[in-house]
């Protein structure tokens, strides 16, 4: 499926549509619309990103990346005085 919609028989006035993805009920995009004749919408969940199979809430993976850059930045201090140490020693 890719996530398009139909509605049939919609005579128009205030609408609320809110879109889930498939198995995720937790997340979720909602909008309220007024229609007064047949269109399109499109409906985009901005604040989510897809990594390989799984959906990730963007600022969930800002802090995941965050996480790993420090862990990397302390693990590159920690082999660089390392070696600085064994020069200072021979």
């Known amino acids: 499926m890719d996530g398009t919609a139909t509605f049939n028989n919609v005579i128009g006035g205030s609408i ?4 889930y993805p498939v ?3 937790n997340c979720y995009e909602a909008c309220n619309l ?3 004749e047949p269109a399109n919408i499109h409906i985009k969940l901005e604040k ?3 990594l ?3 959906l990730i809430e963007v ?4 802090t995941l990346i965050l ?3 420090t862990v990397i930045l302390f693990f590159s ?3 660089y005085r390392k070696k600085n140490e064994h020069s200072v020693a021979s």
């Open 16 to 19: 609320q549509i809110i879109a």
């Open 23 to 25: 198995g995720i009920e």
């Open 34 to 36: 007024q229609i007064q």
């Open 48 to 50: 989510y990103v897809l």
């Open 52 to 54: 390989g199979p799984l």
């Open 59 to 62: 600022s969930h993976l800002t």
């Open 67 to 69: 996480i790993l850059l």
């Open 77 to 79: 201090v920690e082999v």
